[in-house]
């Protein structure tokens, strides 16, 4: 199975119509998404929509019972289960008490979900989707690949061809004309079908009402021309109030398509007269399939949020290079892997979550306010929980759990890497089996000397006024010790002593990243004793994802693993910590420390490191340092999209970032700078490494070393 996976991926990245036309789309809705929300405060916007829809997921059986009641009361037949069997078979006995024959659909991912066509279709019902997407897919036989833009990823040519069978007539490209064959393709069916099948993006439980938000006016052709109508709901389309839709309503078209509205919002509240003057026949299907059960999980619960906008895959660098077929199941991208492990099983979810890279882009802009990255990774320690890890995995960690050996087998490879480095600071090839982790990119040589050698080397002046532990990171301390030192450096002239504890090891990212928490707890606990066992004012990094473990994800390890003895000095370690640039700024805004100024060193442009700017929100203070010290920055396209390190992630899927960095390599070149700078060691490894193999005249830096040059004597 792995292996077919693999082969999926492999076929995507391929595929140049597919990634083109994620790519473009994702650049355009990145771009118009920013000015439809100008002048809208994004976060109180959100924040009301989280707290409307978490109230509902947490009062789910109430409002189910009210919807129910109130739409009844209007005339509609409400049908509630969480089986998806019992769904299909009650729709299909709809459909045969009502003599159905044929079947009109609106674009529902909830009939998706339980496979409803192809279940009426065995059945001997004819079943036609008339969403435009949907019934380009449906004629392709294909599922969809995006929740709301289900055909994004087929181009014009594919669906002239598809079209062209369809009507039996040679048809051009001509989108006009290619819209204009589906609308006389169509009328017709819902004019003839005797059912209408939709779904809801909101169902107010104090009304009875349902909601459809769209920009074809299929769907209201859909609920009103058949005599039957059957709406499938999912419960989390709950809220409890008519005055719940307005939030959701505003964001949902802008997060979605990035528009400020859609074409129609249809608001269904009981029976509507057929065209004969009968009552329609009106079902609403309330579906469960283990909803509640994921509204009594403490941590999954927050996945009910969603709203089905689809903006997390719109900015997944990810995605836009695979699509749905291969990062998804039925739903989609980083919202569909957490719906997947739920609505279908844990096992389901195991080989899409792996796509998923960490940088954190899907949750700034989901309107909901879910923690997509970190429900991914909750789905990775329960499946490391239900099927232990791998025994490479096991192998590893089992070496990085024991800092002397781990140390050792640094040491070592210094020596081991020579032959490929060639007296290089690069490693441009690798044999064998390796050969892929150097394709578009060169790996850093170890260091003859790793940090904690050369910094007791440093002499640093006596009466220093405050102290900083240094927490180097494995990449600073056994690839990249000259960054350490440049540190200290600094510190040093802002009136900062600076103390490496020897005993301080990785940071347990890597095994956190992978679902390994027991493996990230004991680096965890063996990085407090070391790092609190010096008197100090700061623990700094110059890494922000070793930033990130310390201030916040040592916490979250040991509230995952229910270790509270951990706990109370977690936090001791957590009200220290500041990553670099933001201890240096305070330094200089302090008067503290003076960079040399009035000289002007020419463009550079700067790469936010994710965690530095999503978990910390500090991708100010080193742009700020770097204008101060003379440069002008010329920020590049894309300059918060991910370069693709992701940590381990470069390792394990090479196939995948690469692509990525040749797309970051590409932004950067494009500015014309002749430096670009970063505040991530692993940032620098991938972008210095890709520049090392694409040949462009292209400084790669890490913001410590540019200050360093800057000290004013």
């Known amino acids: 199975m792995e292996q077919e996976f693999k082969q999926s991926i492999d076929r995507a990245l391929h595929n140049a119509n597919l990634t083109g036309a994620l790519g473009k789309f994702s650049e355009a809705w990145r771009a118009n998404r920013a000015k439809i929300y100008e002048g809208i405060d994004f976060e109180e916007l959100r924040g009301r929509i989280a707290e409307r829809k978490a109230y509902a997921a947490d009062h789910l059986q109430e409002l189910s019972d009210l919807f129910q009641k109130n739409a009844e009361a209007h005339g509609a037949k409400v049908f509630r289960s969480n089986d998806p069997a019992r769904v299909r078979e009650y729709i299909l006995q709809v459909a045969r008490d009502n003599n159905v024959r044929t079947v009109v659909k609106s674009k529902s991912m909830a009939s998706e979900e339980i496979h409803l066509n192809s279940f009426l279709e065995k059945a001997g019902l004819q079943v036609k989707e008339t969403d ?10 294909q599922t969809p690949s995006h929740m709301v833009m289900p055909a ?11 079209f062209s069978k369809e009507v039996d007539e040679r048809l051009t490209t001509d989108i006009p004309r290619l819209v204009k064959v589906a609308r006389e393709q169509l009328r017709g069916k819902f004019l003839e079908a005797d059912m209408g099948i939709s779904g809801a993006n909101i169902a107010v439980a104090e009304t009875g009402s349902i909601l459809t938000v769209t920009n074809e006016g299929n769907a209201r052709l859909v609920t009103t021309l058949p005599r039957v109508h059957v709406a499938i709901v999912g419960i989390e389309k709950l809220v409890a109030s008519f005055a719940d839709i307005a939030p959701i309503l505003k964001a949902l078209p802008r997060s979605a ?138 192998s590893i960690y089992a070496v990085v759990n024991n800092r002397r050996l781990f140390h050792t087998m640094l040491r070592a490879a210094s020596v081991a890497g020579k032959p490929f480095s060639k007296g290089s600071k690069f490693i441009r090839h690798l044999p064998l089996f390796l050969a892929d982790l150097t394709d578009g990119r060169s790996l850093p040589a170890i260091a003859a000397k790793p940090l904690r050698d050369t910094i007791r080397k440093i002499k640093q002046p006596a009466g220093l006024k405050e102290r900083a532990v240094f927490y180097a990171g494995c990449l600073i301390d056994f690839a990249y010790p000259e960054m350490g030192e440049a540190l200290v450096r600094i510190l040093n002239k802002g009136g ?46 110059a890494c922000p994802t070793c930033t990130v473990a310390l201030d916040h994800e040592f916490i979250a390890t040991f509230q995952s693993l229910g270790q509270s003895k951990n706990m109370a000095r977690a936090r001791e370690l957590s009200a220290k910590v500041i990553d670099f640039s933001t201890l240096v700024k305070k330094l200089v805004d302090e008067g503290r420390l003076t960079l040399k100024e009035g000289e002007s060193l020419g463009k550079i442009t700067y790469h936010d490191s994710c965690h530095l700017k999503r978990t910390m929100h500090a991708e100010q203070p080193p742009r700020e340092l770097l204008a101060k010290a003379g440069y002008e920055l010329t920020e590049m396209f894309e300059c918060d999209i991910c370069c693709g390190m992701g940590g381990s992630y470069s390792l394990k899927l090479p196939e995948v970032s690469a692509p990525i960095l040749q ?24 972008i210095r490494g890709g520049m090392d193999q694409d040949g462009a005249p292209v400084q790669v830096r890490h913001t410590v070393e540019l200050l360093a040059e800057r000290l004013k004597d």
């Open 663 to 686: 797309r970051k390599l590409k932004n950067i070149k494009d500015t014309g700078a002749p430096v670009v700078a970063m505040d991530c060691p692993g940032c620098v490894m991938q």
């Open 257 to 394: 398509t990035a528009q400020m509205l859609t074409s129609y919002v249809t608001i269904i509240t009981g029976q509507t007269p057929n065209t004969d003057g009968s009552k329609k026949e009106l079902h609403i299907v309330l579906m469960d399939n283990k909803r509640t059960e994921m509204a009594a999980d403490p941590m999954f619960k927050e996945a009910l949020q969603c709203i089905r906008c689809a903006s997390c895959l719109n900015i997944c660098p990810i995605f836009r290079l695979v699509g749905g077929h291969v990062f998804g199941k039925v739903y989609t991208g980083g919202i569909g892997t957490i719906l997947t492990a739920w609505h279908d099983n844990l096992k389901s979810s195991e080989e899409i979550q792996g796509l998923c890279i960490q940088c954190g882009a899907c949750k700034d802009v989901c309107p909901s306010k879910i923690d997509i990255p970190g429900l991914i990774l909750e789905i990775r320690r329960r499946l490391v929980k239900d099927q232990g890890l791998p025994m490479l995995h096991k």
């Open 132 to 141: 435009l997407g949907e019934w380009i897919i449906q004629l392709a036989g």
């Open 496 to 541: 900062v002593e600076v103390v490496f504890p020897d005993d301080q090891t990785c940071c347990g990212a890597p095994a956190r990243y992978s679902g390994a928490y027991e493996v990230a707890a004991k680096n965890a606990a063996d990085n407090i004793e070391a790092l609190l066992a010096e008197r100090a004012d700061y623990v700094v990094s």
């Open 152 to 162: 994004i990823h087929m181009t014009k040519e594919e669906v002239s061809d598809l």
